[in-house]
T-cell receptor, first 114, second 111 residues
Framework: NAGVTQTPKFQVLKTGQSMTLQCAQD?????MSWYRQDPGMGLRLIHY???????DQGEVPNGYNVSRSTTEDFPLRLLSAAPSQTSVYFC?????????????FGPGTRLTVL | LAKTTQPISMDSYEGQEVNITCSHN???????ITWYQQFPSQGPRFIIQ???TKVTNEVASLFIPADRKSSTLSLPRVSLSDTAVYYC????????????FGQGTELSVKP
C-alpha cells in the first residue's frame, strides 16, 4: 500500500492564481481531512469528509473548496491564492470503524504564494 | 469542541522519562484522547490513544484520570531521536468528525 499520497510536493503560485492540491489514499478509509501548518505553528483543520459525497468545514475553510467524489481522492482547491495561504498542507485519512482519532498523514505539499 | 492546553516546550536528557500533560476541561463523553508526534518537514504520526485509565504500547504510555479532564503522555528513557513536537488531540470522528490539534509541545532531548 502506498498509504496517503500528496501531489505536488512543492508549488509556487502568484497571487490570484488557482490550483488543486491532490490527495489520494489506498486504504479504503472513509474519513479524510486537510490541515495547514504555518511555520512554527500547529496544524489547523481546513475541511474534512466522512465519506464519498460528504464534506464539512473545519477551523479555517475560507478560500478553499473540497469535493469527495470517490473514497480514494480528496482534492483541495485554492480559488484565488493569497500570500496568507503560504503554508504546508497535510492530507490525512482514517477508518471510522472502531472510533478513535488515529489518522494517517501524507508527506505534505509546501505552497508559496508570491 | 474540546480545546487542549499543553506546555509550549520541554527539555530533557537522554535516558530520562518524559511526561507531557495535556488539559482538556471540556472533553465530551465519547471523545478519545490521542497523541501524535511530528518531526520537522514531516506529517504527524500517531503515537497512542486512550479513553480512560492507562494505555501502554511499545512506544509510550498514556495516563487518564477518572474525570478525563487531563491526560499525561509518558515516554520512557528518551533518546535524541525523540526530539519532536507532540500534539494532544481530543475528539471522536463518529461525533461530528472534527479533529482539532492543539499548539503542541516541543520536546528537546539533549545528550
Amino acid at each position: 500500500n502506498a498509504g496517503v499520497t500528496q501531489t505536488p510536493k512543492f508549488q509556487v503560485l502568484k497571487t490570484g492564481q488557482s490550483m488543486t492540491l491532490q490527495c489520494a489514499q489506498d486504504m479504503n478509509h472513509e474519513y479524510m481531512s486537510w490541515y495547514r501548518q504555518d511555520p512554527g505553528m500547529g496544524l489547523r483543520l481546513i475541511h474534512y469528509s466522512v465519506g464519498a459525497g460528504i464534506t464539512d468545514q473545519g477551523e479555517v475553510p475560507n478560500g478553499y473548496n473540497v469535493s469527495r467524489s470517490t473514497t480514494e481522492d480528496f482534492p483541495l482547491r485554492l480559488l484565488s491564492a493569497a500570500p496568507s495561504q503560504t503554508s504546508v498542507y497535510f492530507c490525512a485519512s482514517s477508518t471510522i470503524a472502531g472510533g478513535g482519532n488515529e489518522q494517517f498523514f501524507g508527506p505534505g505539499t509546501r505552497l508559496t504564494v508570491l | 469542541l474540546a480545546k487542549t492546553t499543553q506546555p509550549i516546550s520541554m527539555d530533557s536528557y537522554e535516558g530520562q522519562e518524559v511526561n507531557i500533560t495535556c488539559s482538556h476541561n471540556n472533553i465530551a463523553t465519547n471523545d478519545y484522547i490521542t497523541w501524535y508526534q511530528q518531526f520537522p518537514s514531516q506529517g504527524p504520526r500517531f503515537i497512542i490513544q486512550g479513553y480512560k485509565t492507562k494505555v501502554t504500547n511499545e512506544v509510550a504510555s498514556l495516563f487518564i484520570p477518572a474525570d478525563r479532564k487531563s491526560s499525561t503522555l509518558s515516554l520512557p528513557r528518551v533518546s535524541l531521536s525523540d526530539t519532536a513536537v507532540y500534539y494532544c488531540l481530543v475528539g471522536d470522528r463518529n461525533q461530528g468528525g472534527k479533529l482539532i490539534f492543539g499548539q503542541g509541545t516541543e520536546l528537546s532531548v539533549k545528550p
